[in-house]
């Protein structure tokens, strides 16, 4: 395999004695979509800091591109976009000004801003607003300004804190689609955070989930649903309800639970594809059609919930440094 | 370089959409020049006193003819009789008269048989200036009473000629210089301050940290800056606060060239004090709360509205590294008096010498990470 693009290794971060970040490791393939899933708290956004230098790592470290974060920051700089979890566009500034700034803060050349630029506003649909202050703009334009800001010296590798947060859905799909689109045209790995599962279902290569500072779960979205428990439900409607039909079901194997009214029931299931098979047979043997069957698999939720548990992370800790009374947090 | 002009550009286009910001720092000072300016500039006029004579005689009607002349030219005060001490002294507790003056019984004979005869003032004195202003008077009236007619000069006696240097400077043109030590110190706590810890804490900063600029580029970028916005503010408040206040030939332009250069020094020293101030303050509500400790610590010591000489001792300490005692006496140098260089040299030196100190110490302390 080729350098990884990013490579974790033991990565460690202290706040005073609280351990925010206890020891992850992982690696990212060049032009890998990552994403990095956990509670509040969990340690996504202390980690994200981390690797783009931001914070010193308290032990451990990480190398980008080939560059170590704590020896080679600026090398590291160069070849990362960063998209922080607070909105940070200058308000008061234009959309095209905000990119211009950064161009300039990255030391792209004079010659290939415009184009760069432009194509990056087309991209992200904002060509028609680039002279708008972006205070006018919505919560949405503005995280597209920012993905713009961040691609605008071309980075090799681009870190979103949670980009989504806070936008409608049609908003978070116009995301996730523009990040798609500008990744096929760029050589580009993307390490992201979300708390919605069904866009990182949809969209990670591999998922990792972090919880209270540790790595809990890291695979492919597919391989992480088969690899907990199934907990499918089945929704069958069947053409008529034979006597006991219901302790029928309930009596099928790795059923776990059967509800139901009329002639439609809702099966909960250890196996979906076992108690499938298992009601297609026995509603031939009793003469039953059935008008409609669905089952539900697992969701990523479910992948979530399995392991990081359905404790509520509140706990106090001292002040950070991000939690002004200004900050917009999300 | 290009990155901290990148800065540069930044603050400044910032700068220029917030008109409001610009208009408000402006008009604090200006406000200031001009109420300050008439409110401490007038002499006292028409304060009242309780004339109590109790002896009736010869020497306290001139006594009180001299008193009448005063309340008739100056206008100091204005006369009421008493006929009784204690009514005189209720209504000067009471705060209806401001002095009062008795004529005790038989003071006509103490003259005349020169046996120390005395009038005695009682002043409200929680106002020290009003019974100083009484005082003073009172003082040169008596004078006035004990050496009737034209006096002959003893020849060995000496007296005071005060030679007045420059012309008569108006209260309001003595202040002049602290408004505009106060005008580039307000754009320097706005902008230099609140704007700088708000955008810090709403993750902006963050935002530049992950670019490749360096720890010196991202301080001169700031500095710089900031610098800037508080020439204009001073250079504004400059032209027309010399107007305003009248300075005799306001734009004459190699005192105004001079005047420049001391904004620029001035500007840059309080810039880098700011900057060291909040180089480690994450909390938006820190420099709006230290803006008014700040503000009286640096303005009133410096002699911009009293003369030093006046302060007590720990104060005088104050004055003495206060970059505002500089710039203020600067100021005064080339708009009272329109000096040269060499009268402002060693103020500049100061100056520069503190803006070194504040930002090589600003500098040590800036952490490049979050
Ligand atoms: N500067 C700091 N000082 C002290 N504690 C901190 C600091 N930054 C973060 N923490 C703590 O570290 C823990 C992890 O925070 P982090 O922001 O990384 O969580 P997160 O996974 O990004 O959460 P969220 O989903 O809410 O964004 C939290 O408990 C937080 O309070
Ligand atoms: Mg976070």
Redesign the pocket.
Known sequence: MATPAIDVREIVKR??D?T?VKGISFSVAPGEIFGLL??????????IRMLTTLIQPTAGTALINGFDIAKQSNDVRRVIGVIP?AMTSDLELSVEENLLIYAKLYGVPRAKRQTLIHDLLESVELLQWRDKQVKHLSGGMRRRVEIARGLVHEPRIFFL??PTTGLDPVSRTAVWEMLQRIKATRDLTVLI?T?YMDEADKLCDRIAI?DHGTLVALDSPLRLKASIPGRNVLEVSFSHVPEGWEATLRSLPQVEGVTGSDHVFRINSHNGPVTTLAILETAARAGVTIQSLAVQSTTLDDVFVHYTGRALRDAL??P???DSPFMIRR | MARTWAIIERELRRFRRSPILIVVSMIFPLVQLVVLGYAFGGTVKHLTIAVVDQDHGLQATRIRELAGAVAAGPQTYDLVNYADQGAALTDLRNGRVNGVLTIPPGFSRRVLTQNEPKVALIADNTDSFVSATLTGTMGSLLAAFNEPATPVRVPGKAALDVVEVYPYVPYIQYLLPGSITMSIFMMVMIGGGIIFIDDKARGLHEGYLVTPITKLELVAGFNISGTIKAVLAGVVIMVIGSLVAGIPNPLDPMRMARLFLVIVVTAFALISMMFLLMVRVTDPLMPRAMFGVLNTLLYFPSGAVYPQQGFPQWMQWIAAIDPFTYAVHAFKSLLLKNTGMEAIASDMLYLVAFSVVALTAATALFKRTL
């Open positions: 706040f005073g609280f925010a956990g509670p509040n708290g969990a340690g996504k956004s202390t980690l979890q804190d949670e955070t708390h972090v800790q001292g950070s440094a991000a």
